[in-house]
């Protein structure tokens, strides 16, 4: 299995801008499929992004699309969240998961793998 750690999080102005970093260590990060999900206490966990293993492929939710953008390099084993124009409801805690059976997916049962987290709270 692949594990994960997030990093980057914290507490920015709504308006502002944080990039989340994904770091893998174990198998490739070639061999998967990355999805940033994101979860407030007692609500179900909200897809945010989702990357193919290539690269080639992105998709985002509606709520933010066009303000956050995923990347990857398999080199270094990362994948980048940057999130810009952030709102108050972006805040949450975001995980990063990884995908070994799908070329993306939008859906958190198919993934495997899931780092522990990491805090984004966005003020007024």
């Known amino acids: 299995q692949v594990q994960l750690v997030e990093s980057g999080g914290g507490l920015v102005q709504a308006g502002g801008s944080l990039r989340l970093s994904c770091a893998a260590s174990?198998?490739?990060?070639?061999?998967?499929?990355i999805g940033w999900f994101r979860q407030a206490p007692g609500k179900e966990r909200e897809f945010v992004s989702a990357i193919n293993w290539s690269g080639s492929r992105t998709y985002y939710s509606d709520s933010v699309k066009g303000r956050f953008t995923i990347s990857r390099n398999n080199g270094k084993k990362t994948v980048d969240l940057q999130m810009t124009s952030l709102k108050i409801e972006d805040t949450d805690v975001y995980y990063c998961a990884a995908d070994l059976g799908s070329d993306l997916s939008i859906n958190y049962l198919n993934y495997d793998s899931w780092g522990r987290g990491t805090q984004v709270t966005v003020s007024s």
């Open positions: 174990g198998r490739p990060l070639s061999n998967y499929a």
